[in-house]
C-alpha cells in the first residue's frame, strides 16, 4: 500500500450523519484521488486535485465534498446527501503528469445503517 | 466515450499452466494503459503499464502484457500461474493530461493447486 495511509479501515454511521474519511501520503505526489469501489462495478472516481487549494469533480462528485490544504493530505466527506454511501472507498496519490501510475491505500468500508 | 472492457468475470487456471488476463479499450488519441492486482480488503498494486515503445512490457512479480493497437487490446499474461496470483485483476486507461483513468469492472482470476 505504499507510503499512503486511509483511517479508518472499517466505519459504521447512521443514515443523515455526515462522515469524514482520511487520507494521508508521503510520497510528495502532488495529484490525489477518491474512489469508490462497488462490487461489479470497477473503481469511480469521485474528487481529485492536482495541486493544493484546487479539487475537480469526478464521475460520482454529487453528495461528497473534499478539501486540499496540504500536500500530504486529502480528506473526503461523505455527507447525508449521498443516497447510497455503503461502499469500498479507495484514496490513491500520483505524480503530476500523463502515464504515471497511481498509489493507493489500504481502503476505508462505509457503512451507512 | 473513452470506456475499459475486461470481457471476463472470472479466470480459472491450474497452477503451473500460463494465464491471460483480456482487456480492450475504446479512447481518443495515444492511450496510456496499465494492470492493478487487488488482494481481499485491500487497496490496488501497480503490476506495469504502456506508455509508449515495446508492445510487450513486463512488469512485477512476473507478468507481462502486450499492447495490440489495430485490437484496441491490452491483455495481462504470466507463462505459469501461482496458486498466490490468485486475485482481482484491474486494467486502467488514462487520458485527458493523465489526471482521468477509467477502470474496468475487474476480472477475478482463480488458480487452482
Known amino acids: 500500500d505504499g507510503g499512503i495511509t486511509q483511517s479508518p479501515k472499517y466505519l459504521f454511521r447512521k443514515e443523515g450523519q455526515n462522515v469524514t474519511l482520511s487520507c494521508e501520503q508521503n510520497?510528495?505526489?502532488?495529484?490525489m484521488y477518491w474512489y469508490r469501489q462497488d462490487p461489479g462495478q470497477g473503481l469511480r472516481l469521485i474528487y481529485y486535485s492536482q495541486i493544493v487549494n484546487d479539487f475537480q469533480k469526478g464521475d460520482i462528485a454529487e453528495g461528497y465534498s473534499v478539501s486540499r490544504e496540504k500536500k500530504e493530505s486529502f480528506p473526503l466527506t461523505v455527507t447525508s446527501a449521498q443516497k447510497n454511501p455503503t461502499a469500498f472507498y479507495l484514496c490513491?496519490?500520483?505524480?503530476?503528469?500523463?502515464?504515471?501510475?497511481?498509489?493507493f491505500g489500504p481502503g476505508t468500508r462505509l457503512t451507512v445503517t | 466515450a473513452q470506456s475499459v472492457a475486461q470481457p471476463e468475470d472470472q479466470v480459472n487456471v491450474a497452477e503451473g499452466n500460463p494465464l491471460t488476463v483480456k482487456c480492450t479499450y475504446s479512447v481518443s488519441g495515444n492511450p496510456y494503459l496499465f494492470w492493478y492486482v487487488q488482494y481481499p480488503n485491500r487497496g490496488l498494486q501497480f503490476l506495469l503499464k504502456y506508455i509508449t515503445g515495446d508492445n510487450l512490457v513486463k512488469g512485477s512479480y512476473g507478468f507481462e502484457a502486450e499492447f495490440n493497437k489495430s485490437q484496441t487490446s491490452f491483455h495481462l499474461k504470466k507463462p505459469s500461474a501461482l496458486v498466490s496470483d490468485s486475485a482481482l485483476y484491474f486494467c486502467?486507461?488514462?487520458f485527458g493530461g493523465g489526471f482521468k483513468t477509467i477502470f474496468g469492472a475487474g476480472t477475478r482470476l482463480f488458480v487452482k493447486a
Open positions: 486502467a486507461v488514462g
Open positions: 490513491a496519490s500520483s505524480i503530476k503528469g500523463q502515464g504515471y501510475e497511481q498509489y
Open positions: 510520497l510528495n505526489h502532488d495529484a
